[in-house]
C-alpha cells in the first residue's frame, strides 16, 4: 500500500524544489546539481506525494547518472534513424521504423522525467509540434496510405490539454487510412486526476484508440490511479502496460506479480516487459538479460497468461524490439524437442 508524503499540491521542477520539500537532503545538493544540469528533474504533485521506495527511485535524481558508460547512447532505440523525409527534409515529430505504423511525437514535455528514461536527451527540449509541423504530418500520413496506426509517444502526449488532443486526433482520424490511434502515457499513473471527462470524450474517434499505460511498481496503482483507468474503461478505451524491468525498482518476481495483478484487476492488460535501454547515465538500473529471463521464468509458474507480459529488448541503434525469452523449446539431434515447463521439468515432444 502506498504511503503519502502529504497531500500532492504542485509538481517539484528542480532541486532547490527537492530539498525544500524534504525529497533530498541539503547535503547532496552539489551532487545534484550536476545531475539536474545534464538530466531534467520533475516529479508530479501525485509523485511527490508517494514515499514509496519502487517510486522514489524512478524520479530522484541520483548521482550514479553522472556515470556515462562508453556502450550508453543518446538515441539507444534510434528514433533519429527512422525520422522519414519530404522535399529532402526531415518531417518534424515523426519516427518512421515499420511500415503500417508511425511514431508521433505530439511534444517533448512529460509531466515526470524518469531517471531511466530512453529518451531522456530528447524530452524537455522542444515544446508542442507547431501547427505547421502537423499540417506536414498530416500530409506524410495522407501520402502514406499504408499507415494504418499512429502512435504518440514520449514526451507525453496526454499532457497536451483535452481540446488540443481532440484538434489532434480529429484531423488524423479525417485520414481514412488510419485505422488505429495509439497513446503512451505515464499520465494515468503520475497525475490521474488528468484524465478528466473532456480527455475522454477527446479519446471518442473513428478508429480505434488504444492506451498503452507505463508503469513499472504496484506502489505507483494508488486509488486515483484506479479511478483514471476506470474512467478510461468505462468509456471503452483498451488498457495496456509497459513495464521497464529496472533494478532497484521492480527486478525481482514478487515485485512484478504484484504490479501485474494490480494492472489485470483494474482491466489493464501486461503488454510488454522492456529490458533497460541503453540510454546515458542508467546503468545503474540495468541487469543482465539472463536475469531478467530467470525473473520472467519465475513469473510464468504463478501468473496466467493474461498477466503476463512479452519480455522485449529494443536493440540499439533502430533494429526494432524482439522478444528475448527465456525459451522454452530445445532441438534434439534427431529432430524432437525438449520442452521445459513452468516448473523446470523436461518432457520430450516429437512433430508430426
Ligand atoms: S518519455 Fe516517458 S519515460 Fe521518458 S521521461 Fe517522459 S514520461 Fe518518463
Redesign the pocket.
Known amino acids: 500500500m502506498t504511503e503519502a508524503l502529504r497531500p500532492p499540491i504542485r509538481a517539484l521542477t528542480g532541486v532547490d524544489d527537492l530539498i525544500r520539500d524534504g525529497q533530498v537532503p541539503a547535503e547532496g545538493r552539489a551532487v545534484l546539481d550536476r545531475v539536474a544540469a545534464e538530466f531534467r528533474v520533475r516529479l508530479s504533485p501525485e509523485v511527490a506525494a508517494n514515499a514509496a521506495p519502487g517510486v522514489r527511485a524512478q524520479f530522484l535524481p541520483d548521482g550514479a547518472e553522472l556515470s556515462i558508460l562508453p556502450e550508453e547512447l543518446a538515441d539507444p532505440i534510434g528514433d533519429a534513424v527512422h525520422r522519414p523525409e519530404t522535399d529532402g527534409a526531415a518531417v518534424p515529430g515523426l519516427t518512421h521504423r515499420y511500415p503500417d505504423r508511425v511514431i508521433l511525437h505530439a511534444t517533448q514535455t512529460?509531466?515526470?522525467?524518469?531517471r531511466f528514461?530512453f529518451?531522456?536527451e530528447a524530452?524537455g527540449e522542444a515544446g508542442t509540434l507547431a501547427e505547421e509541423e502537423f499540417a506536414r504530418v498530416l500530409a506524410y500520413l495522407r501520402d502514406h496510405p499504408e499507415i494504418w496506426e499512429v502512435i504518440l509517444t514520449?514526451?507525453?502526449p496526454m499532457v497536451l490539454s483535452a481540446r488540443r488532443l481532440k484538434y489532434m486526433l480529429d484531423r488524423l482520424s479525417a485520414i481514412p487510412s488510419v485505422q488505429v490511434i495509439r497513446f503512451h502515457t505515464?499520465i494515468p499513473v503520475v497525475a490521474p486526476e488528468k484524465i478528466t471527462p473532456a480527455l475522454v470524450a477527446a479519446l471518442d474517434q473513428r478508429p480505434a484508440v488504444w492506451v498503452v499505460v507505463?508503469t513499472n511498481h504496484a506502489d505507483e496503482i494508488t486509488p486515483a490511479a484506479e479511478a483514471a483507468f476506470a474512467r478510461l474503461t468505462r468509456a471503452c478505451i483498451p488498457l495496456l502496460s509497459q513495464t521497464v524491468l529496472l533494478r532497484g525498482v521492480n527486478a525481482d518476481p514478487d515485485t512484478l506479480e504484484s504490479l501485474f495483478r494490480a494492472l489485470i484487476r483494474n482491466r489493464v492488460k501486461p503488454y510488454y516487459l522492456h529490458h533497460p535501454d541503453l540510454a546515458k547515465g542508467t546503468g545503474h538500473f540495468r541487469l543482465p538479460l539472463a536475469e531478467g529471463q530467470a525473473i520472467m521464468a519465475a513469473l510464468r509458474g504463478r501468473l496466467s497468461g493474461t498477466a503476463l507480459p512479452t519480455y522485449v529488448l529494443d536493440i540499439p541503434g533502430g533494429h526494432g524490439k524482439v522478444p528475448v525469452g527465456p525459451g522454452y523449446l530445445e532441438r534434439q539431434s534427431d529432430g524432437s524437442w525438449i520442452v521445459t515447463d513452468p516448473n523446470g521439468a523436461r518432457h520430450s515432444y516429437r512433430d508430426l
Open positions: 512529460c509531466e515526470v522525467y524518469c528514461c529518451r531522456r524530452v514520449g514526451g507525453d505515464r507505463h
